[in-house]
Each structure stands twice: as C-alpha cells, then as structure tokens.
C-alpha cells in the first residue's frame, strides 16, 4: 500500500479506511509516526482528549494578539483561554510599557488562582514565557495584568498557548 489510509483486500473497507486515514492525518499534523500501540493518541482506536494531553513546547495551539489597555491599579482579568485537555502548556504574554516611568505588572492565572510568576516591564516591551501544568479539561488560563506606576497607558498583547504538537482550542475573553 503507497499510504495507510488504502484498504487491503479482505479487510471492513469504511470501517478499516476510516482508522487508517485518521492515521495518516495524525501522522500528517503531528510529524510522528503511529501505529495500534500507541496508547499516546489512541484508545481502542478512537482518539481521546486523555489521550491527547498537553507537554510543553514551541507548536503555537492558539492566541489571543490584540493589545489590551491595562490601566487598572489592581490585578484584573484581561485576557483568558479555555483548554480541553490535561497536561502541561507552555504560555506567552507580552506586557509593554510606554517611557515616562509607567510600570505593567502581569501574571498567569488559572480559574482565578495565581499560578504564575509575576513578571513586569517598564519603559519595554518584554515578552514573558512560562510553563503551566497541572491544567485539566474545562481550565480557564488566564493573564491578570494592572499598571503600578506612571501616567502611560501600559498594554497587554500576544497571550499565546504552545504545546509540543499543533492541536485547535478556542478564546474565551481577547
């Protein structure tokens, strides 16, 4: 067979082709190779979200760019993502502050508890990076950010998710 997803004389040929392409769309997406015993991404055939957790990497799965004006003194909601798998993410934020002594502090959270070191920048735009684990389906991944200092209105840009392969999820606040 030139690829998996041709069917073998013999074999359920929807049921059979099926599976296989799915495999060659893993294989396609994913640049690893797969085979029935590869309990990574599949259970008894069907791919599964427990399957499919999150490890840390550099494959951008999703992003929320625009720039947010932070102009609050206290930690707020500025931005947030929700994931559908468990695991580790590796997270993204960009804080940015205009000269003139205004300071953005900002800080990953998930489902409204600190999770991440708080990170700032002042007269900068620095990009923060940071690994989050322990994240379950349903979690909220969130960036608070407030403005410490100065008269500027300080931004929050470029929240983005990497896992160590390409998969899909969706923004909830940009």
Known sequence: MANSSEVAAGQDG????Y???????LDLTTGHTHDE??????????IGQANLGYTA???LIISSDTSKNVTDAAYTLQKEIRVVRTGTLTVKF???SPAGGTIIIGKIYKNGEAVGTERSAENISTEFTENIGSISPDDLIQIY?????????????NFRLYNEYYINEAVILD
């Open 14 to 17: 929807d049921y059979t082709q």
């Open 19 to 25: 599976n296989n392409l799915r495999k060659d769309i």
């Open 37 to 46: 015993t590869d309990s990574r991404a599949l259970a008894n055939g069907i």
């Open 57 to 59: 990497g550099d494959n």
């Open 94 to 96: 960009t804080l940015t």
């Open 145 to 157: 950010a407030y403005r410490s200092a100065g008269d500027g209105t300080p931004t929050l840009t």
